[in-house]
């Protein structure tokens, strides 16, 4: 019993600290159509952003501080967002699909090159706040506080997601445009301006989810690229575009992932991109079906 | 006439999809008020006509002018708010949302003008009162068109472009639908221009004829000018 609810644990885990950067991958694809390698060079900076906030608050890191830094990063990225809209992907609309995979890790590199230039090149480490550097005790079973908050983190996240999607304004909005942007110019929408919004709010996302899973992860250049492989997974077999996709995916894939790796502890990674592989081969069109996003 | 009575003046339009040259030196009036239709074969250039006073596909080149102004580096969305609205040959009913929210969106482009009330939409087309709460792929042809008409009033139009209103509608259908143009007429003063192939229909629907013909503009009067050169339906419509 205790190594299999470690074990489910440890997948809920995966699953949500992948689903918090999918999330925004999958909603700037299902509305601009575009693939944003880019993704997790912004998660990236967005877990930096939140360091050097805890760095300016003296170093270390109470549970307020924890909170607000990933928001503050959440802010700046989503600034970010608006930049690059207005930069890159503005242009990339109305070209074919290599241009953008060209462009977006393009964008990688500058989001990699801007972290080393600015935070260098050492990995650097954080614990977590105090107030979630426990362990709670189910049975003999120890969970970290910190874990059971990102796996809130996340579920909250998808809730959330989902409520702005299908319940407000603004959400249907970006509904109506994700399935027919032409035909939304017609009725008197600001397409760009519904585009941008997007892009701002998947910024953000991802920010703040650098913010978030900064602490227990060794910050380096090198943790856009983690984190981007497991949230193209996650996207892909979602069905891309999809968020209730990418939220049930993100749960299968940390599953198989977490007992692949009780079961063969010699091959940690393997059987997330195993399972992928299979899926995908079974169903290319991922496991929520295409074209829809909410 | 001087320009100022002009709803629409297009002069010396040209649009082209890529190197074809679609539309050739068209040139055009609407007046306020006034129904038009725009009558050709297929691919005679009737929907990229449309879509060029929208700039909404082709690349487009020459003089449109709506309510006065130039239309030059207006955004599509930008020219629907100043009461040029579109509705389109395929209908594009989005198919998740309901018909009521569908028609709903058309009211994003009267954002500056004397709104229309959903109710009054309802009065207009009393077909779709039961069907409110439907998705909207679960309606047939006819009822789309109808939601598809609804949804561009919606926006309050100066000028409402229809392109193939009836095209696969049954005869009984098409009834339905000149009676609400008529109904539509009588109740908001706007201007109509509609594509069609159907010439009864265009015929009980409009007041003037043009004919397009390979992208040029060949004929244009009243239908009693039309009906007196038997040669231009011979010509420029018989398949």
Redesign the interface.
């Known amino acids: 019993m205790y190594d299999i609810g470690m074990t489910v644990f440890n997948g809920l885990a995966w699953a949500m600290a992948t689903f918090l950067v999918a999330a925004g991958l999958t909603l700037i694809f299902g509305i601009l159509h575009i693939l944003n390698f880019a993704h997790g060079g912004f998660f990236m900076i967005g877990a930096y952003v939140s360091y050097s906030i805890m760095m300016a608050f003296g170093g270390s890191l109470p549970l307020w501080l924890y909170l607000v830094g990933a928001m503050a990063s959440g802010i700046v990225v989503g600034l970010l967002g608006w930049a690059v809209d207005k930069l890159v992907f503005r242009r990339l609309r109305d070209v074919e699909d290599a241009y953008s995979l060209i462009a977006t890790y393009a964008l990688l590199l500058v989001c990699g090159g801007a972290v080393q230039l600015t935070w260098g090149l050492n990995y650097m480490g954080v614990m977590p706040p105090a107030a979630l550097n426990t362990v709670v005790f189910v049975g003999d079973m120890f969970m970290p506080t910190f874990t059971i908050f990102i796996i809130l983190s996340g579920i909250v996240a998808y809730i959330g997601l989902e409520f702005f999607i299908s319940k407000t304004r603004t959400g249907r909005l970006i509904r109506v445009v994700a399935a027919d942007p032409w035909m939304a110019q017609l009725l008197g929408l600001n397409v760009k301006k519904i585009y941008l919004i997007t892009v701002i709010f998947s910024f953000a996302m991802a920010g703040a989810a650098g913010g978030l899973l900064m602490p227990n992860q060794s910050l380096s250049p090198e943790l856009g690229g983690i984190f981007l492989l497991q949230a193209f997974g996650v996207v892909i077999l979602g069905g891309m575009g999809s968020i209730r996709g990418a939220f049930y995916a993100a749960l299968l894939l940390g599953l198989i992932e977490s007992f692949g790796t009780y079961f063969f502890p010699q091959y940690p990674g393997i059987f997330f991109l195993l399972a992928l592989a299979v899926i995908l081969l079974l169903k290319p069109e991922g496991i929520m079906g295409k074209g829809q996003t909410a | 006439m001087g320009s100022t009575e002009h709803l629409l003046e297009v002069s010396g339009v040209n649009a082209f999809y890529g190197g074809s040259h679609v539309i050739q030196g068209a040139s055009l009036t609407v007046a306020p008020g006034e129904s038009v239709a725009l009558l050709g074969r297929n691919g005679a250039g009737k929907s990229t006509l449309l879509k060029s006073l ?1 700039d ?2 082709p690349r487009v080149e020459g003089e449109i002018r709506f309510g006065g102004q130039s239309l030059a580096g207006v ?3 930008e020219r ?2 100043k009461g040029l ?2 509705v ?1 040959e395929d209908r ?1 009913i ?4 309901t018909v009521t ?1 569908n028609i709903e ?7 500056d003008r004397d709104r229309i009330e959903l109710a009054e939409i309802f009065e207009l087309f009393p077909l779709l009162k039961p069907l409110k709460e439907r998705a909207g792929y679960q309606m047939s042809g006819g009822q789309q068109q109808m939601v598809a008409v609804a ?1 561009g009033l919606m ?1 309050a139009p100066r000028l409402l472009l229809l392109d193939e209103p009836v095209e696969g509608l049954a005869p009984v259908v098409v009834d339905e639908m000149t009676e609400h143009i008529a109904r539509i007429r009588q109740t908001r003063s706007l201007a109509l221009l509609i594509a069609e192939q159907n010439l009864s229909f265009a015929r009980r629907c409009t007041e003037r004829v043009l004919l397009i013909d390979s992208g040029r503009i060949v004929f244009d009067g009243t239908w009693d000018e039309f009906d007196a050169d038997p040669d231009l339906k011979e010509r420029y419509l018989a398949v």
């Open positions: 929208l909404a596909g955004r599509p969305d629907t708010r609205m579109l389109p594009r989005y198919p998740d949302i929210e969106l058309g009211a994003h482009a009267s954002r949804r926006g």
